[in-house]
């Protein structure tokens, strides 16, 4: 039998589910300058390494990266896009075997929300420039400050057992 991450009738995952879409939501919209510019240093996409340590994380992130998304002066796009590219990362993250490699994923599938924006735009030349950007700030934010933060707290024994039983 399939292992079921998630239920609708588990009160208690709802609700953790719920704070985890509000903390990244709330993180993202709260500085609005650095979260939905061409350089997106988004601080809420730290938590996107939480799937790596437990798949329960995935509804929380991806309800929190959509009403975020929904603040975006890219609305439509990032909203459609953003969320997607976010969720095709996370199937990717549980996969991994090792939080590095995890935290390429959604440096990668940046891409996605940025063709978004070159269908709208029809350029190529700021399609390229944007996408480098995304990926940078991504990778910087995800792969380097999120590894960093995550391997200190991987010695945290409680805060670990809080999130294999998430």
């Known amino acids: 039998m399939k292992e079921k991450y998630f239920s609708l009738d588990d009160t208690n995952f709802l609700v953790k589910s719920a704070v985890i879409a509000a903390l990244y939501a709330v993180l993202t919209v709260m500085l609005p300058v650095a979260s939905y510019g061409p350089i997106q240093f988004r601080f809420s996409e730290i938590l996107v390494l939480l799937v790596f340590y437990n798949k329960r994380f995935i509804p929380g992130l991806v309800l929190g990266c959509a009403i975020a998304?929904?603040?975006?002066?890219?609305?439509?796009?990032?909203?459609?896009?953003g969320t997607l590219s976010s969720y095709i990362?996370?199937?990717?993250?549980?996969?991994?075997k090792?939080?590095?490699?995890?935290?390429?994923f959604p440096v990668l599938l940046v891409s996605i929300p940025a063709i978004g924006t070159w269908i709208y735009l029809a350029s190529d030349e700021v399609f390229f420039v944007l996408l480098m950007q995304f990926m940078?700030?991504?990778?910087?934010?995800v792969s380097i400050i999120g590894v960093m933060l995550f391997k200190m707290l991987e010695k945290n024994e409680g805060f670990m057992s809080y999130i294999y039983n998430f």
């Open 69 to 81: 998304n929904l603040f975006s002066p890219m609305m439509l796009f990032d909203v459609v896009f």
């Open 136 to 141: 940078l700030s991504e990778f910087v934010m």
């Open 98 to 104: 090792n939080l590095y490699i995890a935290s390429i």
């Open 89 to 96: 990362a996370f199937m990717l993250m549980i996969k991994a």
